[in-house]
C-alpha cells in the first residue's frame, strides 16, 4: 500500500563539516593488503596466483567467474604472500577467501596494452573494457558495472543519470571528487553514454553543495551534459528517488531502472571508468571519507584497495576517545564493522568512528504509533504497520503492504521515538520471504524432477516390456519353423 509521495524523507544532522573542505590525499602502501575476493554482488573471483608468486601493479590477480562476477587486481607491485580467509567488512564477522599482497617498494606497474582513443570503440568493446578493468558501483551497491552496461544497452536505455547525490551522512567523498576531478567523472559519463548508447545525461547533486555543482557544471558546458541540483534531503542518492526527482519517472516496484529506460550510475565510478579506458588503470584504489567524533584527524584519502582500515586510522593519528561504534559506509545504510582489522574494499565509501553523541543507544520501546515513520518514508510506505505483521509473523501480510518497495534507507528508523530496528525487521523479512520462495521454488524443482523420473521409469517398463514381448514373439516364431522343418522331415 503506497500512500502519495509529498516531502517525505529526514534531515539529520549532516556532520559533513569535518571533512568536507579536506582535500583528498593518497594513502601510502602498507606493509600488507588483504585483497578480498568477493568485493563485488555476485560471484567471488577466482585465484590466478599463488602464494609465493610475484605481481606487479594493475595485474590481474582473480578473474571474475559467471554472468555477474568482477575481477581483482594488484593495487602495488610485491609478492603474494598467502591465499586464505580473512575476516570481511561485514557485521558478521564472517571470513572470506582473501590474497595478502606484501608491497615490495617498488610500485612497479605491469606492462599497460596498447593506447587507443577509448571514444573510438564499439559500445561493446567499452562495456568489455570497464569488465576487465574490475570496475564496481562504487556507491555501495557493488553491482559489476559492465553487466550494468551492458544490460542497459540491451534494453534500449536513453537516459544517462550520475549520482552525485551522497546523501549520507559525514561522508564526502564523492563530493571531494566532483571538486577535484570534474572533467575525468564527465569524460567517465560521455564513455557510459557511448557504451549504452543513451541519447541524455543529467547530473543530480544535492543543492548543499555548491562548489561540486559549480564545478561540474564547469566540465559540463558543451558536453551536452546537463548537471541541476536537487534538495538535500534524505535519502535523494537512492536511484528510485533520484530518478523521480530528475526525471519525474516512479520506478515500479522490484523492477530495474533499464526497464523504464533509465541507468544510474555513481560519479565515482564515472571516474573509475575514465581511469580505466584513458589511463589503462583498472579499480585499485578509491576515494574513502575517514570521520566521526572518535577520530583525531578526519579526511579524505585515495587508499589502496585492500589496505586494513586500521592502518588508514593509525596513519591519521588514531583516536582522540574511543569510539562506541565503527562503521563502513554512511550511518544510515552503511554496516557496523566488528574490528578494525578489516580491509578497504571497492564499496568502502567511508569509514566512521563515532562517540556515544553521535549515536542512538536507547533500548527501544514500544510503537506508540505516532506516524512519523510514516511522514520519513521516502517511498511513501506505512513502516508502522509493515512491522507489526512482521511481529506477529505476518511476513505475506508485509508485503502486500509494499515491503519489497523498501528501499532499506533507515529514515523511518531514524525518526522513531521507540527506537524501534525497523529497517533491520524489514531486512530480515525480505530476507525470510526470499529464502521461502527458494525452499518453495526448490520443493517444485523436486516435484518435477520426481515426474519425470516416475514418467522416465514408466516409459523405460513399457519398453522393457515391449523388448520382452518381442522376444517372445521372436522365440515362438523361431520354435514354430523348427517345427515346421521337423514336420516336413
Known amino acids: 500500500m503506497l500512500i502519495p509521495m509529498g516531502y517525505q524523507g529526514v534531515h539529520p544532522p549532516s556532520h559533513k563539516s569535518l571533512t568536507e573542505g579536506s582535500k583528498i590525499r593518497r594513502f601510502p602502501l602498507p606493509n600488507a593488503l588483504y585483497l578480498s575476493l568477493q568485493q563485488h554482488l555476485g560471484a567471488p573471483a577466482t585465484p590466478l596466483v599463488k602464494p609465493g608468486d610475484r605481481v606487479r601493479k594493475g595485474q590481474k590477480i582473480a578473474d571474475s567467474q559467471g554472468a555477474v562476477s568482477a575481477p581483482v587486481h594488484a593495487p602495488t607491485s610485491g609478492e603474494i604472500i598467502a591465499l586464505s580467509e580473512h575476516t570481511a567488512p561485514h557485521p558478521s564477522g564472517l571470513p572470506v577467501l582473501t590474497l595478502t599482497l606484501a608491497p615490495d617498494g617498488m610500485d612497479e606497474w605491469i606492462d599497460p596494452p596498447e593506447s587507443l582513443d577509448p571514444f573510438t570503440l564499439c559500445p561493446e568493446s567499452l562495456c568489455q573494457r570497464v569488465g576487465e578493468a574490475g570496475i564496481v558501483g562504487m556507491g555501495g551497491a557493488t553491482f559489476p558495472a559492465a553487466v550494468k552496461l551492458l544490460g542497459s544497452l540491451k534494453a534500449g536505455v536513453k537516459t544517462l543519470i ?62 551536452g551534459i546537463e548537471v541541476r541540483a536537487v534538495p538535500s534531503r534524505y535519502p535523494m542518492g537512492s536511484e528510485k528517488l533520484l530518478v523521480q526527482q530528475l526525471t519525474g519517472i516512479e520506478l515500479p516496484a522490484r523492477s530495474r531502472a533499464a526497464d523504464s529506460g533509465i541507468l544510474v550510475h555513481n560519479v565515482a565510478t ?33 587508499v589502496p584497495l585492500g589496505t586494513l582500515a586500521s592502518d588508514l586510522i593509525n596513519y591519521a593519528s588514531g583516536f582522540n576517545e574511543a569510539p562506541v561504534r565503527l562503521i563502513m559506509g554512511g550511518p544510515m545504510m552503511g554496516i557496523q564493522l566488528p574490528d578494525l582489522h578489516v580491509p578497504i574494499i571497492k564499496g568502502s565509501s567511508g569509514i566512521l568512528a563515532l562517540t556515544p553523541a553521535e549515536i542512538n543507544a536507547n533500548e527501544p520501546q514500544p510503537c506508540v504509533r505516532c506516524t512519523r515513520c510514516v511522514r520519513a518514508c521516502p517511498m511513501g510506505l506505512l513502516p508502522l504497520e509493515m512491522a507489526a505483521r512482521i511481529r506477529s509473523g505476518q511476513l505475506k501480510e508485509a508485503e502486500t503492504l509494499g515491503l519489497q518497495d523498501c528501499v532499506g534507507c533507515g529514515a523511518c528508523s531514524y525518526t522513531c521515538p521507540s527506537a524501534l530496528p525497523l529497517v533491520h525487521l524489514f531486512n530480515y523479512a525480505k530476507g525470510a520471504l526470499g529464502k521461502r520462495r527458494q525452499e518453495a521454488e526448490k520443493m517444485e524443482r523436486t516435484r518435477e524432477l520426481a515426474k519425470r523420473r516416475e514418467a522416465r521409469l514408466i516409459q523405460q517398463a513399457k519398453e522393457k516390456e515391449a523388448l520382452m514381448a518381442a522376444r517372445r514373439a521372436a522365440a515362438a516364431k523361431k520354435a514354430a519353423e523348427a517345427q515346421n522343418e521337423a514336420s516336413s522331415s
Not at 551522512?169 to 571531494?176: H, K, N, V
Not at 564515472?270 to 578526519?298: C, D, K, W
Request: charge should be negative; glycine fraction near 8%.
Open 162 to 223: 550520475l549520482n552525485g547525490g551522497e546523501c549520507e551522512p559525514y561522508l564526502t567523498c564523492d563530493d571531494r571528487l566532483m571538486q577535484e576531478y570534474p572533467e575525468q567523472i564527465l569524460q567517465g559519463a560521455l564513455l557510459m553514454q557511448q557504451a549504452v548508447q543513451a541519447k541524455q545525461v543529467l547530473i543530480g547533486i544535492e543543492d548543499n553543495k555548491p562548489q561540486a555543482i559549480q564545478a561540474m557544471q564547469a566540465a559540463a558546458k558543451g558536453s
Open 270 to 302: 564515472a571516474r573509475a571508468i575514465y581511469q580505466a579506458l584513458f589511463e589503462n588503470r583498472p579499480l585499485i584504489s578509491r576515494v574513502v571519507t575517514l570521520s566521526g567524533g572518535a577520530l583525531t584527524h578526519p579526511g579524505n584519502w585515495e
